[in-house]
């Protein structure tokens, strides 16, 4: 495995991240239905597009088997391929953006258990929780710090 700092950002690139978003959502948040999924997954791109630091971990072969997305000190976005998952590569990314980056905090949502147990084993501490998500949904948030 391998992990880089994205820096070009080409659409065919990008298209594959998204795939990796998306079969991470699926396996993931349960709690989401599928056009609400569908609804999201249109900003992610721009999202992906925008942040300041895209990490990928590539596999031998040199496909994307999961990213990372940190904005200042601010954990975004961690996806892996379902299949990726327990096996380290979610600590390894994670690791290398507190390290890199100094990351600090996360935002998860409350329902997502495996996610919230994941970044509590990492260090993290629930220190606020809202009721609904940032668009409003009836998704509570838990905003965790390192």
Known sequence: MRIIELESRT??????????????????????SGGEVEAIKAYVPQAMRDIPHLVVAE???????????AGGRRLEMLFLLPEARGKGLGRALLQYGVERYDLREV????????????????????????????????????????
């Open 59 to 69: 596999d031998e072969g040199g496909d994307p088997a999961g990213f990372l997305g």
């Open 107 to 146: 935002t998860v949502n409350e329902q997502n258990l495996q996610a919230r147990g994941f970044y509590e084993r990492m260090g993290f501490r629930v220190y606020r929780r809202t009721e609904t998500d940032e668009q409003g949904g009836p998704y509570p948030l838990l905003y965790m710090r390192l």
């Open 11 to 32: 659409p065919e690139k990008l298209d594959r991240l998204l795939e990796i978003w998306e079969r991470s959502v699926r396996a993931t948040h349960s709690f989401l």
